[in-house]
Protein backbone atom coordinates (compact mmCIF):
# COMPACT_ATOMS: atom_id res chain seq x y z
CA UNK A 1 0.00 0.00 0.00
CA UNK A 2 1.50 3.56 -0.75
CA UNK A 3 2.05 5.13 2.41
CA UNK A 4 0.30 8.61 3.10
CA UNK A 5 2.28 11.59 2.19
CA UNK A 6 3.29 13.33 5.72
CA UNK A 7 1.01 16.17 7.03
CA UNK A 8 1.19 19.65 5.55
CA UNK A 9 -1.73 20.66 7.45
CA UNK A 10 -4.06 19.56 10.10
CA UNK A 11 -6.38 16.29 8.16
CA UNK A 12 -7.82 13.21 9.66
CA UNK A 13 -7.64 10.64 8.03
CA UNK A 14 -10.25 7.49 7.54
CA UNK A 15 -8.94 4.39 6.97
CA UNK A 16 -11.38 2.15 5.87
CA UNK A 17 -9.60 -1.41 5.60
CA UNK A 18 -9.38 -0.83 9.21
CA UNK A 19 -13.38 -0.74 8.82
CA UNK A 20 -13.42 -3.47 7.19
CA UNK A 21 -11.05 -5.58 9.87
CA UNK A 22 -13.51 -3.94 12.85
CA UNK A 23 -16.81 -4.84 10.89
CA UNK A 24 -15.94 -8.28 9.85
CA UNK A 25 -14.63 -8.91 13.54
CA UNK A 26 -17.97 -8.11 14.88
CA UNK A 27 -19.74 -10.04 12.47
CA UNK A 28 -17.82 -13.36 13.49
CA UNK A 29 -19.67 -12.67 17.19
CA UNK A 30 -22.73 -12.97 15.70
CA UNK A 31 -25.07 -15.61 14.38
CA UNK A 32 -25.32 -15.68 10.50
CA UNK A 33 -29.16 -14.56 10.86
CA UNK A 34 -28.62 -12.23 13.20
CA UNK A 35 -28.81 -8.36 11.46
CA UNK A 36 -26.01 -6.04 11.79
CA UNK A 37 -26.86 -1.89 12.18
CA UNK A 38 -24.14 0.23 11.90
CA UNK A 39 -24.38 3.53 14.50
CA UNK A 40 -23.07 6.55 12.31
CA UNK A 41 -24.25 9.39 13.82
CA UNK A 42 -21.83 12.38 14.89
CA UNK A 43 -20.31 12.25 11.51
CA UNK A 44 -20.04 8.69 11.84
CA UNK A 45 -17.82 9.27 15.25
CA UNK A 46 -16.55 12.15 14.35
CA UNK A 47 -14.97 10.85 11.02
CA UNK A 48 -17.49 11.09 7.78
CA UNK A 49 -20.32 9.75 7.99
CA UNK A 50 -21.62 9.82 4.19
CA UNK A 51 -17.93 7.62 3.16
CA UNK A 52 -18.15 5.28 5.74
CA UNK A 53 -21.92 4.31 5.24
CA UNK A 54 -21.60 4.22 1.58
CA UNK A 55 -18.70 1.61 2.60
CA UNK A 56 -20.73 -0.02 5.26
CA UNK A 57 -23.56 -0.56 2.58
CA UNK A 58 -21.30 -1.92 0.18
CA UNK A 59 -20.03 -4.64 3.18
CA UNK A 60 -23.45 -5.87 3.73
CA UNK A 61 -24.68 -3.92 6.66
CA UNK A 62 -28.64 -4.52 7.32
CA UNK A 63 -29.60 -1.04 9.63
CA UNK A 64 -28.10 2.45 9.47
CA UNK A 65 -29.04 3.93 12.85
CA UNK A 66 -28.57 8.07 13.66
CA UNK A 67 -29.05 10.37 16.20
CA UNK A 68 -31.01 13.18 14.39
CA UNK A 69 -33.84 13.23 11.18
CA UNK A 70 -31.00 15.63 9.54
CA UNK A 71 -28.28 13.60 9.68
CA UNK A 72 -30.98 10.64 8.12
CA UNK A 73 -31.86 13.28 4.89
CA UNK A 74 -27.75 13.27 4.67
CA UNK A 75 -27.05 9.94 4.29
CA UNK A 76 -30.11 9.46 2.23
CA UNK A 77 -28.38 12.22 -0.07
CA UNK A 78 -25.58 10.61 0.03
CA UNK A 79 -26.92 7.46 -1.48
CA UNK A 80 -27.50 5.32 1.21
CA UNK A 81 -30.67 3.06 0.84
CA UNK A 82 -30.75 0.79 3.35
CA UNK A 83 -33.25 0.95 6.36
CA UNK A 84 -32.42 4.36 8.50
CA UNK A 85 -33.27 4.53 12.10
CA UNK A 86 -33.09 8.12 13.81
CA UNK A 87 -32.97 7.25 17.59
CA UNK A 88 -33.94 10.86 18.75
CA UNK A 89 -36.60 12.40 16.49
CA UNK A 90 -38.40 15.39 17.39
CA UNK A 91 -42.13 16.19 16.42
CA UNK A 92 -41.17 18.81 14.03
CA UNK A 93 -39.33 16.68 11.64
CA UNK A 94 -41.81 13.76 11.44
CA UNK A 95 -42.89 14.78 7.82
CA UNK A 96 -39.08 14.56 6.64
CA UNK A 97 -39.11 11.73 8.09
CA UNK A 98 -41.50 10.03 6.00
CA UNK A 99 -40.81 11.81 3.11
CA UNK A 100 -37.13 10.46 3.04
CA UNK A 101 -38.30 7.20 4.24
CA UNK A 102 -36.65 7.61 7.54
CA UNK A 103 -37.85 5.18 10.31
CA UNK A 104 -38.59 6.66 13.97
CA UNK A 105 -37.94 5.54 16.97
CA UNK A 106 -40.85 6.43 19.53
CA UNK A 107 -40.17 6.55 22.81
CA UNK A 108 -43.62 8.25 24.90
CA UNK A 109 -47.20 8.83 24.54
CA UNK A 110 -46.94 12.07 22.87
CA UNK A 111 -44.32 11.19 20.37
CA UNK A 112 -46.76 8.60 19.38
CA UNK A 113 -49.41 10.34 19.30
CA UNK A 114 -48.21 12.85 16.72
CA UNK A 115 -46.06 10.61 14.55
CA UNK A 116 -49.49 8.89 14.55
CA UNK A 117 -51.49 11.70 13.72
CA UNK A 118 -48.80 12.77 10.89
CA UNK A 119 -48.71 9.51 9.09
CA UNK A 120 -52.70 9.10 9.04
CA UNK A 121 -52.75 12.37 7.57
CA UNK A 122 -50.52 11.59 4.61
CA UNK A 123 -52.23 8.17 4.20
CA UNK A 124 -49.53 5.89 5.38
CA UNK A 125 -50.20 2.03 5.20
CA UNK A 126 -48.20 0.52 7.86
CA UNK A 127 -45.11 3.08 7.88
CA UNK A 128 -41.91 1.21 10.17
CA UNK A 129 -41.73 2.52 12.92
CA UNK A 130 -39.28 1.48 16.27
CA UNK A 131 -40.72 1.51 19.86
CA UNK A 132 -38.04 1.97 22.01
CA UNK A 133 -38.08 0.52 25.83
CA UNK A 134 -36.69 2.08 29.06
CA UNK A 135 -34.94 -0.82 30.99
CA UNK A 136 -33.06 0.93 33.52
CA UNK A 137 -30.21 3.36 31.47
CA UNK A 138 -33.60 5.91 32.03
CA UNK A 139 -32.83 7.98 29.23
CA UNK A 140 -35.58 7.37 26.48
CA UNK A 141 -38.12 4.85 26.35
CA UNK A 142 -41.68 3.35 27.22
CA UNK A 143 -42.31 1.51 30.17
CA UNK A 144 -43.76 -1.66 30.71
CA UNK A 145 -47.15 -0.85 31.38
CA UNK A 146 -46.74 1.66 28.37
CA UNK A 147 -48.05 -1.61 26.40
CA UNK A 148 -51.51 -1.46 26.48
CA UNK A 149 -51.67 1.72 25.99
CA UNK A 150 -49.62 1.40 22.66
CA UNK A 151 -51.92 -1.30 21.52
CA UNK A 152 -55.22 0.49 21.94
CA UNK A 153 -53.68 3.17 20.04
CA UNK A 154 -51.95 1.46 16.79
CA UNK A 155 -54.43 -1.03 17.11
CA UNK A 156 -57.52 1.00 16.09
CA UNK A 157 -54.98 2.69 12.88
CA UNK A 158 -52.84 0.87 9.68
CA UNK A 159 -51.04 3.93 9.56
CA UNK A 160 -48.17 2.74 11.05
CA UNK A 161 -46.31 -0.66 11.74
CA UNK A 162 -43.83 -1.94 14.82
CA UNK A 163 -40.56 -2.62 12.83
CA UNK A 164 -38.92 -3.43 16.29
CA UNK A 165 -38.69 -3.23 19.90
CA UNK A 166 -35.37 -2.16 21.62
CA UNK A 167 -33.72 -0.60 24.37
CA UNK A 168 -30.43 0.19 25.55
CA UNK A 169 -27.79 -1.18 27.73
CA UNK A 170 -26.16 0.89 30.36
CA UNK A 171 -23.39 -0.41 31.43
CA UNK A 172 -22.15 -3.40 29.02
CA UNK A 173 -18.94 -2.80 29.14
CA UNK A 174 -18.23 -2.99 32.96
CA UNK A 175 -17.89 -6.19 34.38
CA UNK A 176 -18.58 -4.78 37.82
CA UNK A 177 -22.10 -4.46 36.58
CA UNK A 178 -23.03 -7.80 35.03
CA UNK A 179 -25.58 -8.46 37.40
CA UNK A 180 -27.23 -4.73 36.30
CA UNK A 181 -26.79 -5.82 32.71
CA UNK A 182 -28.01 -9.06 33.31
CA UNK A 183 -31.19 -7.46 35.08
CA UNK A 184 -31.59 -5.24 31.84
CA UNK A 185 -31.61 -8.09 30.01
CA UNK A 186 -34.13 -10.37 31.54
CA UNK A 187 -36.00 -6.79 31.73
CA UNK A 188 -36.16 -6.57 27.87
CA UNK A 189 -37.16 -10.21 27.16
CA UNK A 190 -40.09 -9.55 29.80
CA UNK A 191 -40.99 -6.70 27.96
CA UNK A 192 -40.96 -8.64 24.50
CA UNK A 193 -42.86 -11.62 25.53
CA UNK A 194 -45.57 -9.43 26.84
CA UNK A 195 -45.81 -7.54 23.48
CA UNK A 196 -46.06 -10.82 21.45
CA UNK A 197 -49.11 -11.56 23.91
CA UNK A 198 -50.67 -7.94 23.38
CA UNK A 199 -49.98 -7.54 19.62
CA UNK A 200 -49.82 -11.23 18.48
CA UNK A 201 -46.92 -10.67 16.49
CA UNK A 202 -42.92 -10.71 17.02
CA UNK A 203 -41.48 -7.25 16.11
CA UNK A 204 -37.12 -7.08 15.19
CA UNK A 205 -35.50 -7.18 18.75
CA UNK A 206 -32.41 -5.38 19.31
CA UNK A 207 -30.75 -4.84 22.85
CA UNK A 208 -26.55 -5.27 22.14
CA UNK A 209 -24.03 -2.32 21.65
CA UNK A 210 -20.43 -2.98 20.96
CA UNK A 211 -19.69 -4.03 24.38
CA UNK A 212 -22.93 -5.67 24.57
CA UNK A 213 -21.88 -8.46 21.20
CA UNK A 214 -18.63 -9.26 23.03
CA UNK A 215 -19.94 -9.62 26.25
CA UNK A 216 -23.48 -10.83 26.22
CA UNK A 217 -23.72 -13.23 23.47
CA UNK A 218 -26.96 -14.64 24.82
CA UNK A 219 -28.82 -11.39 24.15
CA UNK A 220 -27.72 -10.60 20.45
CA UNK A 221 -31.56 -11.39 19.42
CA UNK A 222 -32.52 -10.66 15.99
CA UNK A 223 -30.30 -7.56 15.58
CA UNK A 224 -26.96 -5.77 17.14
CA UNK A 225 -25.83 -1.98 17.38
CA UNK A 226 -22.43 -1.25 17.52
CA UNK A 227 -20.97 2.00 16.78
CA UNK A 228 -17.59 2.62 18.97
CA UNK A 229 -16.24 -0.54 17.62
CA UNK A 230 -16.88 -0.17 13.54
CA UNK A 231 -14.54 2.95 14.76
CA UNK A 232 -11.28 0.91 16.24
CA UNK A 233 -12.35 0.63 20.03
CA UNK A 234 -13.30 -2.70 21.79
CA UNK A 235 -14.12 -0.98 25.13
CA UNK A 236 -11.75 -3.43 27.08
CA UNK A 237 -8.02 -3.42 26.78
CA UNK A 238 -8.15 -7.26 25.98
CA UNK A 239 -10.93 -6.13 23.29
CA UNK A 240 -8.82 -3.56 22.07
CA UNK A 241 -6.32 -5.44 20.66
CA UNK A 242 -8.60 -7.10 18.37
CA UNK A 243 -9.77 -3.49 16.88
CA UNK A 244 -8.26 -1.15 14.53
CA UNK A 245 -8.87 2.60 15.37
CA UNK A 246 -9.68 4.06 11.60
CA UNK A 247 -9.22 7.80 12.36
CA UNK A 248 -5.37 8.99 12.68
CA UNK A 249 -5.74 12.96 13.37
CA UNK A 250 -2.02 14.76 12.41
CA UNK A 251 -0.74 18.30 12.22
CA UNK A 252 2.31 19.85 11.31
CA UNK A 253 4.97 22.61 13.82
CA UNK A 254 4.09 25.90 12.73
CA UNK A 255 6.86 27.40 14.71
CA UNK A 256 9.44 26.75 17.08
CA UNK A 257 10.02 28.44 20.45
CA UNK A 258 12.93 28.93 22.85
CA UNK A 259 11.52 29.55 26.14
CA UNK A 260 13.77 31.24 29.10
CA UNK A 261 13.59 30.05 32.72
CA UNK A 262 11.30 32.71 34.23
CA UNK A 263 9.12 32.78 30.60
CA UNK A 264 5.40 31.79 30.23
CA UNK A 265 3.98 30.95 27.19
CA UNK A 266 0.14 30.64 25.82
CA UNK A 267 -3.47 33.18 27.37
CA UNK A 268 -3.19 33.26 31.03
CA UNK A 269 0.28 32.98 31.58
CA UNK A 270 -1.10 29.28 32.49
CA UNK A 271 3.00 27.80 32.42
CA UNK A 272 5.73 29.65 33.71
CA UNK A 273 9.25 27.58 32.69
CA UNK A 274 10.97 26.58 35.72
CA UNK A 275 14.21 26.06 32.96
CA UNK A 276 14.78 26.95 29.40
CA UNK A 277 12.48 24.42 27.29
CA UNK A 278 12.17 24.78 23.25
CA UNK A 279 8.35 24.38 22.28
CA UNK A 280 6.52 23.36 18.81
CA UNK A 281 3.07 25.82 17.84
CA UNK A 282 0.54 23.51 16.24
CA UNK A 283 -2.41 24.30 14.11
CA UNK A 284 -5.13 22.56 16.36
CA UNK A 285 -7.07 23.89 19.47
CA UNK A 286 -10.37 23.40 21.16
CA UNK A 287 -12.17 24.79 18.35
CA UNK A 288 -11.24 21.39 16.56
CA UNK A 289 -11.97 19.14 19.43
CA UNK A 290 -9.09 19.36 21.35
CA UNK A 291 -10.35 20.54 24.17
CA UNK A 292 -8.83 22.80 27.01
CA UNK A 293 -8.85 19.62 29.86
CA UNK A 294 -6.08 18.49 27.66
CA UNK A 295 -3.87 21.65 28.26
CA UNK A 296 -0.99 22.24 31.40
CA UNK A 297 0.19 18.61 30.74
CA UNK A 298 -2.41 16.50 30.84
CA UNK A 299 -2.88 16.07 26.84
CA UNK A 300 0.10 15.52 24.05
CA UNK A 301 1.00 14.47 20.67
CA UNK A 302 3.83 12.24 19.34
CA UNK A 303 6.73 14.26 17.33
CA UNK A 304 8.82 11.83 15.64
CA UNK A 305 7.94 9.03 17.93
CA UNK A 306 8.58 10.57 21.36
CA UNK A 307 5.95 12.22 23.73
CA UNK A 308 5.64 16.30 23.25
CA UNK A 309 3.14 17.51 26.19
CA UNK A 310 0.91 20.19 26.38
CA UNK A 311 2.42 23.60 27.58
CA UNK A 312 -0.17 26.05 28.92
CA UNK A 313 -3.70 26.49 28.05
CA UNK A 314 -5.21 25.17 24.95
CA UNK A 315 -6.28 28.00 22.58
CA UNK A 316 -9.04 27.98 20.28
CA UNK A 317 -7.20 27.08 16.80
CA UNK A 318 -3.73 26.02 18.41
CA UNK A 319 -1.92 24.09 21.00
CA UNK A 320 2.08 24.54 21.98
CA UNK A 321 3.95 21.39 23.29
CA UNK A 322 7.15 21.35 24.97
CA UNK A 323 9.55 19.52 22.72
CA UNK A 324 13.29 20.23 24.50
CA UNK A 325 14.35 16.26 24.34
CA UNK A 326 12.71 15.96 20.20
CA UNK A 327 14.62 16.40 17.58
CA UNK A 328 12.46 18.30 15.29
CA UNK A 329 11.71 21.36 13.01
CA UNK A 330 9.27 23.78 11.78
CA UNK A 331 7.32 21.75 9.18
CA UNK A 332 7.84 18.51 10.86
CA UNK A 333 4.63 16.51 11.01
CA UNK A 334 2.80 15.54 14.30
CA UNK A 335 0.20 12.83 15.49
CA UNK A 336 -2.31 13.94 17.79
CA UNK A 337 -4.24 10.13 17.40
CA UNK A 338 -3.77 7.25 15.48
CA UNK A 339 -3.94 3.36 15.79
CA UNK A 340 -0.72 3.34 17.60
CA UNK A 341 -1.07 6.06 19.93
CA UNK A 342 -4.43 5.96 19.98
CA UNK A 343 -7.21 8.35 20.78
CA UNK A 344 -8.22 6.03 24.15
CA UNK A 345 -4.63 6.96 25.36
CA UNK A 346 -5.28 10.98 24.82
CA UNK A 347 -8.60 10.88 26.43
CA UNK A 348 -7.70 8.84 29.25
CA UNK A 349 -5.13 11.65 30.39
CA UNK A 350 -7.50 14.06 30.35
CA UNK A 351 -10.09 11.49 32.51
CA UNK A 352 -12.22 11.01 29.26
CA UNK A 353 -13.34 8.89 26.67
CA UNK A 354 -12.62 8.09 23.37
CA UNK A 355 -16.05 8.97 22.29
CA UNK A 356 -16.16 12.07 23.30
CA UNK A 357 -12.52 12.97 21.51
CA UNK A 358 -13.32 11.32 18.74
CA UNK A 359 -16.89 12.54 18.00
CA UNK A 360 -15.72 16.08 18.93
CA UNK A 361 -13.42 16.49 15.80
CA UNK A 362 -14.32 19.64 13.97
CA UNK A 363 -15.81 19.55 10.62
CA UNK A 364 -13.35 22.10 9.58
CA UNK A 365 -10.29 19.88 9.92
CA UNK A 366 -9.80 18.22 6.26
CA UNK A 367 -11.12 14.51 5.75
CA UNK A 368 -8.67 12.51 3.87
CA UNK A 369 -9.93 8.96 3.31
CA UNK A 370 -7.35 6.10 2.66
CA UNK A 371 -8.98 3.56 0.38
Known amino acids: MIPMPKAQETVLEIDLPALKHNFEYLKSKIQKDTKFLAVVKAFAYGSDADDIALYLQDLGV ?13 LRNAGITKPIL ?15 CLEP ?6 VLDEFLKVASDKNQIKYPIHLKFNTGLNRLG ?8 IYSKISTSEAIHIKSIFSHLAASEDIKEKEFTEHQIKWFKDITERFTTVFKYKP ?3 LCNTSGILNYPEAHLDMVRSGIGLYGFGNSEKENKNFVPIAKLKSVISQIHHIAKGETVGYNRAFKSEASITTATIPIGHADGIGRQYGQGKGFVIINEK ?10 DMIMVNITDIDCKEGDEVIIFDSAHTAENLANAANTISYELISAISQRIKRVIKK
Open 204 to 206: LLH
Open 142 to 149: FDLEDLET
Open 86 to 100: ILHPLPISFETIIER
Open 307 to 316: KAPIVGNVCM
Open 62 to 74: DYFAVAYTSEGVS
Open 105 to 110: SIYNRK
